[in-house]
């Protein structure tokens, strides 16, 4: 991709304002950042370029317009940018790319679009307000924006779906988020392969907590044996450490602790590879523990 278009207009307008690259980047990134931009030797992210948009007096479209890069190439960045923040639990960061974004026309007046937005304002209600009501009607209104009974569901639709099976998961709403889970598990069954195999892999994971909520440990771990082997098939390495560890946890409560104790050794071995230090010392204990229950029961035996 040529980003020297974009980086010579930017240039261009910024010496018509009147700008300097620091005046540029005040309140958006670092006047470096604005020089390597302008260079062609980077591209600006999408809140960036949205924001020196702004500054230099253009619709953001202007920079599609005239160069080579297609506006679909600015959407799949705030996308993957959001995408980012939501799995890395920044929600602070998550907000304030949807609050540049709102104002953007490229996402107001496309309803799949301003579905992503809506999506993600609906779980900052949530992890960060604490508040269910107004999450639970952002993601419902995000979902009907674009969800008809005569067409496929889209794969945001299923995550969005997921979100809100994920919200009622935390509130111990567990029919309700069951509900979620099988209507997409069902659209999952009768759609064409997914681009991003990870929404089966985690819709997996999330039906197996609920279910070993309910208490039904044996149909819990076989949707994570499921979701394993999808992994395998699809080499996926998200969910592994994940899906071995409920495996174990199901037969630490049914007091198999035999049984249990492979299942956390896998899941620590793959955190240890994933480097997720915040799991290591929890499932360092937990395998002490089952061994003393394993011990336990040779002794009482």
């Given amino acids: 991709m040529d980003y020297s278009v974009i980086g010579m207009k930017i240039k261009e307008l910024r010496k018509v304002v009147g700008l300097t690259q620091g005046d540029l980047a005040d309140g958006i990134c670092t006047q470096a950042l604005i020089s390597r931009i302008e260079k062609g030797d980077i591209y600006p992210s999408a809140t ?5 948009s702004l500054k230099l007096g253009v619709d953001i479209n202007y920079f599609f317009e005239i160069g080579t890069t297609p506006r679909l190439d600015y959407i799949r960045e705030v996308e993957n940018q959001l995408r980012y923040l939501r799995n890395n639990r920044n929600y602070e960061g998550m907000i304030d790319l ?16 301003l579905q992503l937005l809506y999506w993600h304002k609906g779980i900052y209600k949530y992890e960060v307000n604490e508040d269910p009501e107004s999450a639970f009607s952002l993601l419902d209104k995000a979902y009907h924006l674009t969800a008809h009974e005569k067409k496929a569901m889209t794969e945001q639709e299923m995550q969005i779906l997921s979100s809100t099976g994920a919200i009622h998961f935390s509130l111990n709403n567990y029919n309700e988020a069951l509900q979620n889970y099988s209507q997409v598990e069902k659209a999952i069954k ?3 392969p997914l681009q991003d195999k990870s929404i089966k892999t985690k819709l997996l994971y999330n039906i197996s907590r609920v279910l070993t909520r309910l ?12 979701a394993i082997k999808f992994c395998f098939e699809e080499e996926l390495l998200w969910g592994l450490g994940e899906l071995h560890y409920q495996i174990g946890y199901n037969y630490e409560l049914n007091s198999e602790f035999d049984k249990a104790l492979p299942y956390i050794r896998h899941a620590l071995n793959i955190f240890t590879l994933r480097n997720e230090v915040d799991y290591l010392e929890f499932l360092e204990d937990k395998l002490a523990k089952l061994a003393e229950g394993v011990d336990r029961t040779v002794t009482f035996e």
């Avoid at 960036?48 to 020196?52: E, F, G």
């Avoid at 949807?98 to 679009?113: C, G, H, R, V």
Wanted: hydrophobic share 20%; charged share 35%.
């Fill in 190 to 192: 009768t759609n064409g």
């Fill in 48 to 52: 960036a370029l949205y924001q020196i």
């Fill in 215 to 226: 208490g039904r440990y044996e149909e819990s771990t076989s949707y994570c044996l499921k």
């Fill in 98 to 113: 949807i609050k540049a974004e709102e104002k953007n026309p490229l996402f107001y007046k496309d309803n799949e679009k």
